[in-house]
């Protein structure tokens, strides 16, 4: 509707059609000087409302995936972000936030109080299981996090381009809590899992050669997992460490931070890798697969074993050396220890710095450029040494 203003000039304007008599109440003056411009800006306004109508499981339908407006942003930015972490915050979007009630509310609805009884929620329902009966295990709160920075993102999405007039998460800081710290493994203890003349608590070479290898490189699982025998070599000592599992997921790509390192290999993993082979080969006659280019496979498949197959044997190995569930869980050990354990070793029995970072974090391209170093020539054996005697 077009009105003249008292200085002669016209402009348009909206208003509600529970209105009755729009000449007394022209609150929608848009300033604009032809209809033209003034139906443009009326439509945008539509397109806002219908987007604000909706439920919050109907607005965050796309994140995190290939029509993600979020992502959309950052990679306008020149900014990156991992598949992993992509994937991950998907599966929280599905699993934890679209089955919780917040959901089906609207987005433009959502207050404050609504997200902090939600974050309430995932505190009482996200736990690790209970070591003691009737005690409540310790709530997740590193997965907790995760969801409050996945709702966070939606919500500041959609604040950006004024799709909802306010954040609801704005002001709701990080939940802060005590992060225990991963565990390492005494001498004592590493020479019980792992004995010179035989496989000790672990069931076959498989294992034992794997979490050996972990304790003596720093590797982490999921370099581990994805290792090839073309990126072993024997004669020199080392290994190529440029691929790995993403999680518990069959995704390889990139090690952590995308950094491509070489690690040394000690006379014990040599010696537990040729009794591996041995076994491995025996296995895959037995079920007929053939030959497997991974070092740490399934007989069974052909492929490595999956993420939970691995954590059994590792809790199994601590068990036969008298570690029970619960003091594994107060220590912190996790298969991560064995890489954590390799990193205490070199530091506390002075290993050279820039070859142990280079072995077990592998370096950035300007530290290569600002040494002119060749990642392929560094000598590690001073490490591998180190590692021989404990």
């Given at each position: 509707m077009c009105i003249t203003l008292r200085s002669g000039k016209s402009a348009w304007y909206y208003v509600e059609r529970s209105i009755k008599n729009p000449t007394k109440k022209a609150t929608g003056v848009f300033g604009k000087r032809n209809r033209g411009e003034a139906e443009a800006f009326l439509k945008l306004l539509e397109e806002k409302e219908s987007l604000t109508d909706k439920t919050f499981r109907e607005y965050a339908e796309p994140y995190f995936t290939k029509d993600c407006p979020h992502l959309m942003d950052l990679e306008g930015d020149g900014k990156k972000v991992g598949?992993?972490?992509?994937?991950?915050?998907?599966q929280i979007l599905e699993r934890v936030i679209f089955n919780d009630r917040l959901a089906k509310m609207k987005i433009a609805e959502i207050k404050r109080r609504?997200?902090?009884?939600?974050r309430a929620q995932l505190i009482n329902k996200?736990?690790?299981?209970?070591?003691?009966k009737g005690k409540p295990g310790p709530p997740k709160y590193r997965t907790i996090r995760q969801v409050m920075e996945t709702l966070k993102v939606v919500f500041r999405t959609a604040y950006y381009p004024e799709d909802i007039d306010r954040d609801p998460t704005a002001g709701i800081g990080k939940l802060r809590y005590e992060q225990k710290k991963r565990g390492v493994f005494k001498t004592e203890e590493l020479k019980?899992?792992?004995p010179i003349d035989g496989l000790g608590p672990w069931k076959n070479w498989t294992a034992y050669t794997l979490?050996?290898?972990?304790?003596?490189?720093?590797?982490r699982l999921g370099e581990l997992r994805a290792l090839t025998w073309d990126k072993v070599d024997e004669e020199n000592k080392k290994i190529r460490v440029d691929?790995?599992?993403?999680?518990?997921?069959?995704?390889?790509?990139?090690?952590?931070?995308?950094?491509?390192?070489?690690?040394?290999?000690?006379?014990?993993v040599l010696s537990a890798m040729d009794k591996l082979k041995a076994e491995t080969l025996i296995e895959l006659a037995k079920k007929k697969k053939g030959n497997s280019h991974y070092v740490f496979v399934n007989p069974a498949t052909g492929k490595p074993y999956a993420d939970p197959w691995w954590q059994e044997r590792?809790?199994?190995?601590?068990?036969?050396?008298?570690?029970?569930?619960?003091?594994?869980?107060?220590?912190?050990?996790?298969?991560?220890s064995c890489r954590h354990t390799c990193n205490t070793i070199l530091r506390n029995n002075g290993a050279d710095d820039f070859k142990r970072k280079e072995a077990l974090w592998g370096l950035n391209k300007s530290e290569i450029e600002d040494r002119y170093?060749?990642?392929?020539?560094?000598?590690?054996?001073?490490l591998a040494e180190i590692m021989e005697k404990h």
């Open positions: 598949e992993k972490h992509i994937r991950k915050s998907r609504h997200i902090i009884e939600f996200l736990r690790h299981p209970s070591v003691e019980k899992l792992f979490y050996l290898l972990a304790c003596h490189s720093g590797m691929e790995a599992f993403k999680g518990s997921s069959t995704i390889i790509g990139k090690p952590k931070g995308e950094k491509v390192r070489i690690t040394f290999l000690t006379d014990r590792f809790r199994e190995a601590l068990h036969g050396i008298g570690i029970d569930e619960k003091t594994r869980r107060e220590r912190g050990l996790v298969g991560h170093t060749n990642i392929e020539g560094i000598d590690l054996s001073s």
